[in-house]
């Protein structure tokens, strides 16, 4: 038994939104020392590349749990906000 | 359509679901708003369904009403290390009778369950409403605006039960835009699909009957503990990670998710499984010290969104606190429209009601814990030293005994320390 976000869309329905409902301003990341919502965020939205030194959000595979939003210390987003009614994840047994 | 009402209840979770009931069946007008297609669609717990006391008077027989997965009759505490787990169980037939003490609960019917007794008592639902902000005329909170199309709905009472973020709370101005990472902790979960009949076998359980198992020590070492529920055809895992600790290291929460799941007494038990969901949600674990202004001019808080939840490590309270929050929100409400004054002079009276419940006395009783449990050694050391000591005391390898209590300072002393155990043993004692 494993997850694995690879395959996330297999098993949590998402009704992606067109408009990402959240809003990186990326420059910020590369002078954060933290980084905390690379090791945090429980779908593996963020991905920080080293050597480009550059982070990569993506907001589709979101499950919407605010994480991201409690640990940036650093005020990072532009947008930070739910989904428009009816858009996003959608837990149907959980 | 109409877009004014008496009250406007912002989210159908437990907490304003239990609001909008509660004013509905006082024949008041009220707009139930929820972001989700369907109310429960955004949630997710453990979890147990703790007793609903706050609602037993309008569902008398409530386990016959509500759709419930199974009652729980045992309850087990797991110190956990990679290899080894001790257990502790507590196991009783008063749990198998009405009123049961606890059950295993899937949000999105259980949510969707009680909107619905509120739309039934006159609540108008509005699923796919996301709100925006709060509409104010000078200080007074006078209606809200919709994501969609910015449109705005008024009422003279807006009763903010949004959950853990409340941007509602916020917008009103009754909670501060940053979150201290020291008082939340995210919740991530595998939804395990099992037959009933292997369930039952697996864990001992006839009929309805279920198992709930808390875990600590499964965390590799991040501030957290893991549970495992039994619902009536699936299994609940999952993990709840402090932010403050999680921030600290290096594996995410899926990698400790799965770490748990691979732990060989664990994987025995989830053996033949199938995964059928992964879900993620935030917890408030501040206690007390997170609590909000929870009334100002034209609003209420309640529930998550205002902090109200109870961990202590054994139990988890949340949706208890959540439903009779927002009974006394509703309630306070009615009051409010008897006397034509929305004022917070008159919505005071919602924080003096509270603090004659179990709501805030048990916040109050437990302002300890939340410090207490933020206490490395609880999630390394401590496992580690029960483990380890049962080893010790039931390995029979030819070598000479040492009495127990020797093993027990020897253990304690290798890796606890017992300056350490005595500060603890007195920490949890003041926060317990
Ligand atoms: C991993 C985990 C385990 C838990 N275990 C337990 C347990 O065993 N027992 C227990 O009692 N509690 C448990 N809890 C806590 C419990 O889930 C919460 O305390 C409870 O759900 C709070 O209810 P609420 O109605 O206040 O908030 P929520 O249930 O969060 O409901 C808030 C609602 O508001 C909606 N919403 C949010 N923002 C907006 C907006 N802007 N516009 C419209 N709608 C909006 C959401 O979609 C949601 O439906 C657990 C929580 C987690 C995460
Ligand atoms: S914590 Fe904030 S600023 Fe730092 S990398 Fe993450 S999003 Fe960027
Ligand atoms: S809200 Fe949660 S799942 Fe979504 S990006 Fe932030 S941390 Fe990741």
């Known amino acids: 038994m494993k997850i694995n976000l690879d395959e996330i869309f297999d098993y949590t329905s998402f009704s992606v939104d067109r408009e990402a409902h ?72 959980t | 359509m109409n877009r004014n009402f008496d009250a406007i209840v912002v989210g159908a979770g437990p907490a304003g679901s239990s609001a909008a009931l509660t004013m509905a069946r006082a024949g008041l007008k009220v707009a139930l708003l929820e972001r989700g297609a369907f109310p429960g669609e955004k949630n997710m717990f453990g979890g147990v369904l703790h007793r609903l006391t706050a609602l037993e008077d309008i569902f008398p027989d409530f386990w016959n009403q509500a759709p419930l997965e199974r009652h729980i009759v045992k309850k087990a505490l797991t110190f956990m290390t990679g290899e080894s787990s001790f257990n502790v169980n507590f196991d009783t037939e008063v749990s198998d009778r009405t009123p049961y003490n606890g059950y295993t609960v899937s949000r999105p019917k259980f949510d969707r369950w009680l909107a619905d007794e509120a739309v039934k008592a006159g609540a108008t639902l509005l699923n796919r409403s996301t709100v925006d902000n709060v509409v104010k005329e000078g200080k007074q909170v006078v209606g809200v605006t919709l994501l969609r199309d910015g449109s705005e709905l008024r009422a003279p009472i807006v009763i903010a039960a949004d959950g853990v973020l409340s941007f509602t709370a916020q917008k009103a101005g009754l909670r501060r835009a940053q979150f201290n990472p020291s008082h939340l902790a995210v919740g991530v979960k595998a939804l395990i699909d099992m037959p009933k009949e292997v369930i039952d076998d697996r864990f001992g359980l006839v009929r309805d009957q279920g198992a709930s198992n808390e875990i600590v020590g499964c965390t590799s070492g991040v501030r957290g503990g893991g549970f495992l529920y039994t619902n009536y055809d699936s299994l609940s895992v999952g993990l709840v990670l402090h932010l403050s600790s999680l921030s600290q290291g290096t594996k995410t929460p899926y990698d400790l998710l799965n770490e748990f799941m691979a732990q060989p007494q664990m994987a025995k038990l989830l053996r033949g499984g199938q995964l059928q969901e992964y879900s993620a949600h935030l917890v408030p674990e501040g206690g007390l010290e997170m609590v909000p202004q929870i009334d100002g001019d034209g609003i209420l808080v309640a529930g998550d969104a205002a902090g109200m939840c109870i961990v202590t490590g054994l139990n988890l309270e949340g949706i208890n606190l959540a439903t009779q929050s927002g009974v006394i929100a509703g309630q306070t409400a009615i009051k409010a429209h008897q006397e034509g004054n929305f004022t917070r002079f008159v919505l005071r009276d919602y924080r003096k009601l509270l603090e004659k419940t179990y709501v805030i006395k048990d916040l109050r009783l437990y302002r300890r814990t939340p410090q207490m449990l933020h206490n490395d050694r609880i999630y390394r050391q401590y496992p580690e030293f029960v483990c380890g000591l049962m080893d010790e005391i039931y390995r029979i390898d030819g070598t000479p005994k040492q009495s127990m209590t020797k093993m027990l300072l020897g253990a304690a002393r290798k890796t606890i320390g017992l300056k350490n155990l005595m500060a603890d043993v007195y920490a949890g004692w003041r926060a317990l």
């Open chain 1, 22 to 93: 959240i809003v990186l301003e990326s420059d910020q990341c590369t002078s954060c020392d933290q980084r905390a919502c690379v090791v945090c965020c429980p779908a593996r939205c963020y991905s920080w590349d080293e050597e480009a030194r550059k982070m990569t959000f993506v907001h589709d595979g979101c499950l919407e749990c605010g994480t991201c939003y409690v640990v940036c210390r650093k005020e990072a987003f532009s947008r930070w906000r739910y989904p428009r009614g009816g858009f996003g994840v959608s837990f149907r047994m």
